[in-house]
């Protein structure tokens, strides 16, 4: 019973160093190539919380106010759009750019069980927080303002 024990440990972390390795690759061509154009640079990523009460998304947005956040739904799809641009004075150009930038949209499923009727969107310290409380509706909502 150890050595199978032992054997499973071994296969998870193989699993996590192969996993961290292609990470790491990931990474390295990420930087060494460059993308091939703006609008898919910026990307930003999401947390989907659900509970009992509530489903939530949570995205962190550095850099933009709540005017440049546009929010709609359609039918049982969320999606947020906007754009955060860098510009640079005429005399200056970038000897590294790490951070991204452009324009980006991610859509969401809501589930089913959600009242997207009642959706509220608030944007503090850089992070959009949209909530929807559980239970459903067939109220038709399409534009969500951010508080």
């Known amino acids: 019973m150890k050595a199978t024990s032992d054997l499973h440990e071994l296969g998870e972390e193989i699993e996590k160093q192969v996993h961290k390795f292609g990470q790491e690759l990931h ?3 990420e930087r060494v190539v460059p993308t091939s154009t703006k609008a898919k640079d910026f990307r930003p990523e999401a947390d989907l919380i659900v509970s009992d009460k509530t489903f939530s998304i949570v995205m962190d ?4 106010t709540k ?3 546009a929010i709609t739904r359609k039918q049982d799809v ?3 759009r ?3 641009d860098v510009e640079l004075a005429e005399n200056e150009h970038y000897k590294r750019k ?3 930038s452009g324009a980006f949209m991610r859509s969401f499923a809501i589930p089913e069980e959600a009242d997207a009727s009642n959706i509220t969107a608030s944007f503090r310290n850089g992070v959009l927080t949209i909530q929807l409380p559980m239970g459903s509706t067939d109220e038709d909502t399409t534009h969500i303002p951010v508080q």
């Open 98 to 100: 790490e951070r991204k």
């Open 27 to 29: 990474d390295f061509v």
């Open 67 to 69: 005017k440049e956040i």
């Open 78 to 80: 969320l999606t947020i």
């Open 82 to 84: 906007g754009e955060r």
């Open 61 to 64: 947005l550095p850099g933009l």
